[in-house]
Structures are given as C-alpha cells and as structure tokens.
C-alpha cells in the first residue's frame, strides 16, 4: 500500500538504525507518548533494535486506558436507562468499570452498539426517532473533531434524540503533568502524529522550551519511528530542545484548522479525570452552552456508586510511566487478553497488552 | 486509537467521498478537510479524513532516508 510499505521497508530501518548506534553517546530515556506508537515499537522490536544508551517508555496516550472508572461506570449507568442505545468505539466495550464492563452490560439486556465512526451512531439516531443514542466521546484531539462534525450535523438535520458523553482528553495537558511530577527522568519526546495532524506542532514547541526537552512528532510505521529517535539523538546529542516534525506528510506546523475550528465551536476546555494522573485542569473538553442538548450529561439522571479500580491492578503507574507490565502480579496469569482485568491489557494500544503480545523476545 | 490510514480519494459527493483503503472501498467524510480533491490520499480516522497527506513531503523523506541507508552500506 502506498506511504506504508515503502515506510516498513527493512532497508531504510537499517540505515536509520545504523545513524543511530553512530550518533547516540549520552545515556537517554525516550518516553512516546501514544498508545499507536507503543504498538509499533513492540511490533517491531524496536526497544531491542536500539543501543544501550537508548532506554524507551510508554507514556499515557490510550485514550481507553486513561479513562478513569468513574466515567465508564457512567457509561454503564446509561445504557442502563430505558430507551437508550449506547453507541461506542470497539475497544471500549470489554474494559472492566468499577462492577461491569459495557460488554457485560449488553449481554444483561442493555442496549450497546459497537461503531466505527459518529456518521454510524448519527444513522442509529436517525433510524430509531423513538430511542436516545449516546456516543461515547472518547479520545484525543485526533478524535474530537470528528465528534464535533457529528453534533454540528445533528444540530443541522433536527436529530434530537443523539447525545455525546464527553469523556475526550486532551495530550499536552497529560505530559505536562508528566513532567511536572517528576516521578520519570525524561530526555526526549516521541510526539503523536495523528493528535499533532489537527493541533499541529506549536503546543509541543512551547513543551520543549519550557521544559528543555527535545520533542519530535511521529508517523505510526518502523521507518517513522527510527527517524524519530534519530532525530531526538541528534538533538540530545547537540544540548538542544525543540520542535521538530519527522512525520512530514501528515503534519504541519499549524495542524488542521478546520478541524480545530470545528473543536473550537462545539466544545470548551474543562477539567478531566485521568486514570493513575487524577484530575488535571482544561484537560478535557466539554460541549459548549449553544450545543447542551447534545450533553448526555445534562439531559440524563446518571446514578453511579462510588467508583472502584480492579484489584491488583497497576494501570495507573504503567500509563505515568513509573512501573512496567511486568511489575504487575496478574500479568499473564490473572490477567490475559481474553480475560482483561485493566484496561491497558483490553486496548491494543495498552502497555500491558503489547508486552503480552510481543514480549521482549522479538529481535531486530 | 488515534490510528489512521491513508486513503486514496476516488471521487467526492458534497462533504462526503469514495476512497480506497487497501483495495476495499470505503465512504468517508471530508468535513474536516475541505480542501481534498480527488487524487488525494487521505489520512483517514474513525471515517473522517483528518489530514490530506503530502505526497511531495512523503518523497522528499524518502529520498533523504535512502541516502543515509545507501551511506550506511559502503563500508569504512
Ligand atoms: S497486567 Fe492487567 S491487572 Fe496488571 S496492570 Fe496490566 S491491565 Fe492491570
């Protein structure tokens, strides 16, 4: 396939590989922040693949990981409501809440649809006038747009019985935090490359001053990455920290403005919760007073039990970046693919989910 | 889950368009990216297109890649 081939091509991985063991001389720790990369790092060996001054960690960008249970027990608690469908992204449907994943919800009689995109959850409003359809809003910028498309859609055509639960996050806000605490000594960033395709590359820029951390933005194969940490030694190497794009043929500098705008009509900044982070402020995004009626928050009586995390489970500290998988005394005993007890098992994108997959055996 | 592939636009109706994903056809929404014209690959996510992928920056990384793996060949 055209632009992903030709980015997995061994070739180039080499040549990048062989820049790298060349150029890296001080010892440095690389966090990615996104749950997309993680997959392909492990994918494809690439920890192993990296010299010994390379150390990578996996930071918190999995937008079904980071959602705290109280939300999902939220969701639960709706598709509990007579009348009303919920419609969601696939992953969400197996992540354990604090009593109940929506999965096994569905399965007591509740109403969950699994959807590819909002334009289908739109359709399930359209065809069941007499139902309420709630989205599950989640994930980051890259997602958010596409929310917003589909309010501004409903509002346009009269659909009045779609909702949103708005539970989407926003990525500086969380590796801000990161650094903030401390907790893990970073010395380069692995910036997302579809998040940055709609905010573009200056909220990273303002990261990379204020905190003199060297931030390049990736594109999802091995080749992207590669050139990524090629890019970051190079700067490390050199004492410098800035912005700089790998992921050239997706991103510019100034994102997608008409996605941004978009985002900007509908929603507004407001304070989210983030599993194993806690509450951060303007770190989520909230509908706008002009468009509360599409608020699945305001329009239902949600009832939820105080939330609870699943025992044992150390998703918190994995998604900051503090513990790995195998830190974890239910890893690939307890807890397995197919029986998930944290979300970052569920997610194909969670840390504990690529460890379990590729493990640390896959070379090269 | 912010996973997007690209898409090649095979013809466009209003906001929506035809595009190919790996030899499957799939309708898409062009609402975030107005400026897509047929020809274009699009970086699809979750059935909208997010970004219209530059092809002549796609090239040029390539171009710069294959040198430094030719260099990274020749021995000494
Ligand atoms: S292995 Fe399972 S229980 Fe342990 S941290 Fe990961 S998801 Fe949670």
Redesign the interface.
């Known amino acids: 396939?055209?632009?992903?081939t030709?980015f997995r091509s061994s070739?180039?991985a080499?040549?990048?590989l062989?820049?790298i063991r060349l150029k890296s001389r001080i010892p440095a720790r690389l966090m990615e922040f996104?749950?997309?990369h993680t997959a392909t790092i492990f994918k494809y060996g690439i920890r192993q693949a990296l010299p010994a001054t390379l150390e990578m960690v996996s930071g918190p960008?999995?937008?079904?990981c980071v959602t705290a249970n109280a939300d999902i027990d939220k969701a639960i608690a709706l598709s509990q409501l007579p009348g009303v469908i919920i419609t969601t992204?696939g992953?969400m449907l197996r992540v354990p809440g604090s009593r109940l994943s929506l999965q096994e919800a569905k399965a007591g009689g509740a109403d969950v649809r699994m959807v590819?995109?909002?334009?289908?959850a739109l359709k399930i409003a359209n065809e069941n006038a007499d139902k309420s359809i709630v989205f599950l809003g989640?994930?980051?910028e890259?997602?958010a747009?596409?929310i917003a498309?589909s309010i501004l859609?409903a509002k346009e055509k009269g659909i009045g019985n779609y909702y949103v639960l708005s539970l989407n996050k926003l990525c500086p806000p969380a590796i801000r935090a990161i650094l903030d605490s401390g907790e893990v000594r970073l010395n380069g960033l692995i910036c997302?490359?579809?998040?940055s395709?709609?905010i573009g590359s200056h909220p990273w820029g303002a990261i990379a001053r204020e905190y003199h951390i060297p931030c390049v933005i990736s594109g999802?194969e091995p080749?992207d990455i590669l050139?990524c940490v090629s890019m970051l030694v190079v700067q490390i190497e050199k004492g410098e920290a800035r912005v700089e794009i790998a992921y050239?043929?997706?991103?510019?500098p100034e994102g997608?403005l008409?996605?941004l705008k978009?985002m900007e009509m509908v929603f507004e900044p407001a304070p989210a919760r983030w599993r194993g982070i806690g509450e951060l402020p303007a770190s989520g995004l909230k509908l706008r007073g002009e468009y509360q009626q599409f608020d699945a928050e305001l329009a239902f009586d949600i009832v939820t039990e105080p939330a609870c995390e699943p025992e044992g489970c150390i998703c918190g500290d994995i998604l900051r970046g503090t513990k790995v998988p195998q830190d974890c005394p239910l890893f690939a005993s307890t807890c397995t693919p197919e029986h998930p007890v944290g979300p970052c098992m569920v997610?194909s994108?969670g840390s504990c989910s690529a460890h379990y997959l590729y493990g640390g055996s896959l070379a090269g | 889950m912010c996973l997007a592939i690209p898409a090649l636009i095979k013809s466009i109706d209003g906001v929506e368009a035809e595009a190919e994903i790996g030899g499957i056809s799939r309708r898409i929404s062009l609402q975030l990216t107005p400026e897509a014209r047929v020809g274009d690959y699009a970086i699809v996510h979750t059935g909208y297109a997010i970004s219209i992928m530059d092809q002549e920056e796609a090239e040029e990384t390539l171009k710069i890649l294959r040198e430094m793996a030719s260099l990274a060949e020749e021995p000494g």
């Open positions: 396939m055209r632009f992903i030709e070739e180039l080499a040549g990048l062989s820049q996104c749950g997309g960008g999995c937008p079904v992204f992953d590819y995109s909002t334009m289908d989640i994930g980051f890259t997602t747009p596409t498309a859609q997302p490359g579809h998040v395709a709609v999802f080749v050139q050239r043929r997706g991103v510019r997608n008409e996605a978009l997610s994108e």
